[in-house]
């Protein structure tokens, strides 16, 4: 039994950490902040709020204007002017657009992206230059908190690799042998796939086929029939937004899903299960988050969200509202004072979540989420977690020098 969460470990759990107390504010310089300053606090977004990646957009910005709007609509004293520009998932507009929100808007914060591709251009630009800081409230590229790691980079979301490690085991718990990958081929589905093969292979299994579809496409139908034709003992798939109900009901419609079960990390059925109907039925997934969890700020956050959005909460608001928690806290930690990065960045790393709706969770070196991995299933068209597959999951953040 997990002490934390209260629920049940599963044999599998993968790593653990110390959950030492860490000295948030320990060693912050006495603020430089102008007394009076009401000006507000500019919050830069880039998110997707078109295309298959939409919904996930629209779900990152309430969640982080919710929890803003929580604290008063305010950020460490001061109001808050958001600009938003859609991403529309697009790498090669990412750095104009991200220009135009730190050199034209001059924005305190930025915040996004969903994409990976798209982070890994901005953090090449936001990395260098020291500031603003940059919070990643979903893009999962392993880079941004290994290679391009920076002092004003956080992530409050995952890294590819660990809602992916943790569910190439339960695969092989599972008694599979000879395992279909199948993703969108870029950074997000590439990573995951990789990390999912890894310990899928260290625990007996064999990856036959790794089938990469090119981003956004949406037309499933030959690849589901080479799927048929190799009769592997299950499929392990990254697709999510539209892309994954689109991807989960053409799975069943080809009659694959009776006899080869699909797995993956839990952006396959995340927000999108309702859609997905009786096609999702029974998939199994590994994700850092599950909406019956049965922590408190899980159940007020829930009932909040869905009171002000008419729609469940999934977890990219979950990880908005984080996001938005540690912009309430660090700007408190500063007295308002957006200029004061040093301190931001002191704050943030020290920084300790205990009353996410995911569970508590705290920040790692690289500046990433240390935190619990959840085996989930759908159920009666609801994510039931089945346990905990891995403890205080840390990404090895290959690559970076920090901390
Ligand atoms: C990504 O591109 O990193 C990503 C997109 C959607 C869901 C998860 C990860």
């Known amino acids: 039994m997990s002490a934390k969460t209260g629920i049940p470990r599963r044999h599998f759990l993968v790593g653990s950490v110390a959950t030492a107390g860490v000295a948030a504010l320990g060693g912050l310089s006495p603020f430089r902040f102008a007394i009076g300053n009401t000006a507000p606090v500019k919050v830069g977004i880039l998110l997707p709020y078109s295309g298959t990646y939409a919904m996930l957009g629209e779900s990152i910005t309430n969640g982080l204007k919710m929890r803003i709007g929580q604290a008063g609509g305010k950020l460490g004293g001061r109001g808050v002017e958001y600009i938003a520009l859609d991403s529309e998932m697009s790498v090669p507009k990412a750095p104009t657009n991200t220009n135009k929100l730190i050199k034209k808007e001059k924005v305190d914060f930025l915040v996004g992206p969903v994409h990976s591709g798209i982070a890994a251009a901005m953090a090449k630009i936001i990395g260098p230059r020291g500031t603003p800081l940059m919070l990643v409230p979903n893009a999962g590229n392993n880079d941004i908190t290994g290679s391009l790691c920076a002092p004003n980079i956080f992530r409050t979301s995952f890294s590819n690799w660990q809602p992916a490690f943790p569910g190439g085991k339960v695969m092989a718990d599972d008694g599979h042998k000879r395992c279909v990958t199948i993703s969108w081929k870029y950074r997000a589905g590439i990573q995951m796939m990789a990390a999912g093969r890894e310990n899928f292979e260290a625990h007996g299994g064999e990856v036959i086929k790794d089938i990469q579809v090119p981003f956004p496409n949406v037309e499933f139908q030959a690849y589901l029939s080479e799927i048929a034709a190799i009769k592997p003992d299950a499929v392990f798939s990254f697709f999510s937004g539209g892309g994954a109900v689109k991807f989960v009901k053409d799975y069943a419609a080809a009659g694959l899903k009776a006899n080869i079960p699909l797995y993956g990390p839990g952006f396959l ?135």
């Not at 660090?330 to 990065?341: F, L, Q, R």
């Not at 969770?361 to 619990?372: E, L, V």
């Open 269 to 403: 059925t995340e927000g999108v299960a309702e859609a997905q109907g009786a096609a999702a039925e029974g998939i199994k997934t590994t994700l850092h988050y599950a909406a019956d969890l049965g922590n408190e700020a899980n159940r007020r956050f829930r009932a909040e969200y869905q009171r002000a959005f008419g729609k469940p909460a999934n977890v990219f608001s979950v990880q908005g509202y984080d996001t938005g928690s540690l912009m309430v806290r660090s700007m408190e930690a500063v007295a308002g004072d957006a200029g004061a990065t040093r301190d931001l960045i002191a704050f943030l790393e020290g920084v300790e979540v205990a009353d996410s709706p995911r569970g508590a969770w705290k920040m790692s070196r690289a500046h990433n989420p240390i935190q619990d991995i959840y085996l989930r299933q759908v159920q009666n068209g609801q994510h039931r977690v089945l346990g905990v597959v891995a403890e205080d999951l840390e990404d090895p953040a290959e690559g970076c020098s920090m901390g």
